[in-house]
């Protein structure tokens, strides 16, 4: 009897020590470490305690820092050049530039640099004419007034467009309005430190002390200006820096659309003229249970799909035909199949206004396109003869043949007024989900 009192107990000995190791094994997988490069932790699910690093997911916090941040690069800027864009308020004309950024930054950054109005400038270098692009922040909130915002970002040179990163720390005073800035290796020691989930192992006072250059304004931010700033964010990475633009799309698009980092630089260079130029028109929101999603159509009636995961963390898809967004597929599961075949006609048309050839060319049936088109160079010719730059369609005569529906579709020219009309029948077969294979008259 003794012996198996013993080796009962040695059994949930064993037990509770597997259970401990199991849990110190996935305590330690669900951490994240936040980097200082494009690697960027996701967010944390919802649901944990204020005090934990996530992703900054309201709107007008973000706001509120990003703009803190760009005061501080203001005055930077302001110590190199009286030529700018900044303009000193009456208050600040004979007030120095160093002693607007002193009353920045925060009393442990002061101490650890041994910082003084006198010194500032031979420890924090003055900058040029910049701009700044916030690529990640997090949040931990350690109490309902102060809160420690990690922001990574790059600063570009406006003459030459160089590019320099910089990590920051950003402390919150909700009630007094007032921040305070940690800086550069400090900064990266803490962040270096610092993991999703977790509270940030900073010290934080209870208040900011309120001085003449260290409040900001608390703003609601409409969807409008949310959206065009989203907008206009990706379209500087587009200009820019097309590697970021790249690893910003979807990755279901990314790969149909492109497949590889060299086509969509060819994408972009096709059609840097549109993307100067280009600027948010309309947008619809859509609201799903893990994003919100944003269509977005430009003065040219081009569509952005955003995918926001956080507050200026997204995905893009940039058209309606590549790969199915969910409003799609509802209004396609919903539809009548002469009503699929429409919707599949309105993607093919879309895809040759936006010059993708390949994308039509894959969904033509075999038989026929090795018939007439044994290329895809064979087919682009083809269009370029046979269609115009910016087709729009009508049809009628709907009839079907077995498994095949065909449509008598009227083209017209939408870019001139007089509209000349082709009419040509294309032949659908509807297959698996949103999928299908056509063929047209030559």
Known sequence: MKIKKIITILIIVLLII???LISLLLGHNNQEEITTNSDAPTAIESGETDSTLKKVEARNDFYAVEKSVQKYYQYLTMNTTNSNNITAGPEENNVGTQSIIYDMLDKQYIQYKNLTEDNLFDIIEPISTSEIIIDNMYVSQIDENMSVYIVLGKEINQSNKEEKSFNMLVKMDMANRTFSLILDDMAEEIIKSSKVGE?????VESSIEKKDYNTFTYEDISDEEYITDMFNDFKTYMMYYQEEAYEQLDEEYREKKFGTYEEFQQFINNNIRDIVIMK??????????EYVQYIV???????????????????VILDTYTVDIPEF?????????????LLNLQKVF????????????NKLDNTFKQTNFPTEEDFENYIKNNFYEENSIGYSNYKTSGDLHIYEIEITDSSNASNVEKTKNFIMQLEEGTDFVMSFEV
Do not use: P, R
């Open 280 to 289: 948010a028109d309309k947008f619809k929101v859509e609201d799903y249970d």
């Open 297 to 315: 159509s430009d003065q040219n009636e081009n569509f952005y799909i955003f995918n926001e995961n956080g507050t200026m963390d997204y995905t």
């Open 199 to 203: 509270t940030l192992d900073i010290e």
């Open 329 to 341: 597929t509802e209004e396609y599961n919903n539809a009548q199949d002469s009503e699929k075949v």
């Open 350 to 361: 879309n895809a040759i206004n936006d010059g993708d050839y390949k994308y039509v060319y």
């Open 18 to 20: 597997l259970i401990v």
